[in-house]
């Protein structure tokens, strides 16, 4: 149990802390990128790479595990397999996509930038490789060495970009840039960083690959991994779509002049309301083992019911400090960038959904009954595309942001009602229902102030004092701070 804590303790950290600092690129593209129609491309072809990386492993990081663990099963021998298997499609892939780079780019809107697709191919190619040595570490317990790679190509690609972005404008003049560097270049310098940082943490993980032995590639092997891999790509395709569709048929179905631009203001406001899902991710690492703790067995569903307990009550703290401080944080973005802030409290609760509806998910994990997943997922994706369909056209991307929040709002009710007849758990709505109420009331007094007064700084002191008012109602009722010196006997627990 040790050794599981400090494995989790690394891997949750250095994934945190990964996507925090690669969130920090956000900023720096906002403020030095050009045109917001330069993040448009950055956002539309970066949710292209996250959709073909689920499709180009089809799988086979969870069918590793669940092969290279069977008593049956030589770990080599799937390793190899796998590995041999992933890299010959991923080399297929990249080398069709570079082929056909020219009319993939004209259909995709960037016709003048067909480097851009063979980069991106490329990237995509390499990554999906790297995903079976990443897994093969993990299952040799080399935590440390994993998050140490995953980690190297975070601070690699933010050197790079500020090298780009930053210092090469700055001495383009010097007889060691001029002859190479293109201050017209922009934001292909984004994908020239991408291409060169995943290809040198590529090369980190040549130990792990040269462990590959030809000899030890079986074909029936092979096949048994993908009868059990390939449904679970349809699980992970329409997963991922519930997450990047918006940004990904946005310029078909917007087809104003200034589309892009639209996708870029969408793309850098909806990664402001990445925050929420940093932070949720980070409490999830610190109180599922405080939850789990309290109970001796941890499948207890009491558990379960706790973690969701307080789970929402720490996103809707999350969710209200944002939005009081909306007007702060703002400055993370360009200021060209702000008519699109109002998609930011939609966007929080769609994230708010979506982490309820992977915390409901433990019903249909636990009986074996994962084909539920798929439906759900599934059912989430038509109704994101017939919301993005009929209303993007007319309303941009506040129809995007909102069809994404209709889409986890109906899976999460739908996982909920159909997982008390597999595993019913008893969570405690009385509780989630009263806190949902607190904090709907406290946001109906928030925007009521902003309205009649119109000024920032009096809406901000009014939601500071809401802030304050739902802490103290968390802390009154749900924590259990007693035993704190001095101020102990203030926050007791209301029994």
């Known amino acids: 149990?040790?050794?599981?804590?400090?494995?989790?303790?690394?891997?949750?950290?250095?994934?945190?802390?990964?996507k925090f600092?690669?969130?920090?690129?956000?900023?720096?593209?906002?403020?030095?990128?050009?045109?917001?129609?330069?993040?448009?491309?950055?956002t539309n072809l970066y949710a292209w790479t996250a959709l073909l990386l689920v499709i180009l492993t089809y799988g086979t990081e969870t069918g590793f595990f669940r092969f290279a663990n069977r008593e049956d099963k030589d770990a080599g021998q799937v390793y190899s397999t796998i590995l041999l298997c992933v890299g010959f499609t991923s080399l297929l892939f990249a080398v069709v996509c570079c082929v056909f780079a020219g009319p993939i780019a004209a259909w995709l809107g960037y016709a003048d930038h067909q480097e851009f697709i063979s980069m991106?191919?490329?990237?995509?190619?390499?990554?999906?490789?790297?995903?079976?040595?990443?897994?093969?570490?993990?299952?040799k317990k080399r935590p440390v060495r994993f998050a140490a790679l995953k980690l190297l190509f975070v601070f690699l690609n933010i050197l790079l970009n500020l090298f780009f972005l930053v210092l090469c404008p700055k001495i383009a003049g010097s007889p060691l840039i001029a002859p190479w560097y293109n201050p017209d270049y922009g934001v292909g310098y984004v994908f020239v960083a991408n291409i060169i940082a995943t290809g040198i943490q590529t090369l980190f993980l040549l130990p792990e690959i040269l462990d590959v032995k030809l000899s030890a590639f079986r074909f029936g092997l092979l096949g048994e991994i993908l009868r059990y891999s390939l449904p679970l790509l349809v699980l992970g395709v329409a997963g991922i779509m519930n997450q990047t569709l918006d940004r990904i048929i946005f310029p078909f179905l917007y087809t104003a002049d200034d589309a892009q631009a639209q996708l870029g203001i969408y793309g850098a406001c909806f990664k402001v309301a990445m925050v929420m899902m940093m932070f949720t991710q980070a409490f999830r690492y610190a109180y599922e083992p405080y939850v789990f703790s309290k109970h001796k067995d941890r499948q207890s569903v009491e558990a379960y019911a706790d973690a969701m307990k307080y789970y929402i009550i720490f996103s809707y703290l999350i969710l209200l400090g944002m939005v009081v401080y909306?007007?702060?944080?703002?400055?993370?973005?360009?200021?060209?960038?702000?008519?699109?802030?109002?998609?930011?409290?939609?966007?929080?609760?769609?994230?708010?959904?979506?982490?309820?509806?992977?915390?409901?998910?433990?019903?249909?994990?636990?009986?074996?009954?994962?084909?539920?997943?798929?439906?759900?997922?599934l059912i989430g994706l038509a109704i994101t595309f017939v919301l993005q369909v009929l209303f993007v056209p007319t309303f941009s991307y506040v129809a995007s942001a909102a069809s994404s929040t209709v889409c986890y709002f109906v899976i999460m009710l739908l996982s909920y009602f159909v997982g008390r007849r597999y595993l019913p758990i008893p969570y405690n709505l009385r509780s989630i229902g009263g806190y949902t109420l607190l904090i709907v009331a406290l946001f109906a007094v928030y925007y009521l102030t902003r309205s009649l007064t119109g000024r920032m700084s009096i809406s901000m002191i009014v939601g500071t004092v809401l802030l304050a008012v739902y802490v103290v109602v968390v802390v009154r009722r749900d924590f259990p701070l007693s035993g704190l010196p001095v101020v102990g006997k203030y926050l007791s627990k209301r029994a």
């Open 1 to 18: 149990m040790r050794s599981l804590a400090k494995d989790t303790v690394i891997y949750g950290a250095s994934s945190i802390i990964g």
């Open 326 to 377: 909306l007007d702060i944080l703002k400055f993370i973005i360009a200021p060209a960038y702000w008519s699109g802030l109002k998609i930011v409290p939609i966007v929080l609760w769609t994230y708010i959904f979506q982490g309820v509806y992977f915390n409901l998910s433990f019903w249909y994990k636990l009986t074996d009954k994962t084909r539920f997943g798929a439906y759900f997922s």
């Open 120 to 139: 991106l191919a490329v990237v995509v190619a390499m990554d999906a490789f790297a995903c079976i040595p990443f897994s093969y570490l993990r299952y």
């Open 21 to 42: 600092l690669n969130w920090l690129l956000v900023p720096l593209y906002t403020y030095v990128l050009q045109q917001q129609a330069d993040y448009g491309i950055v």
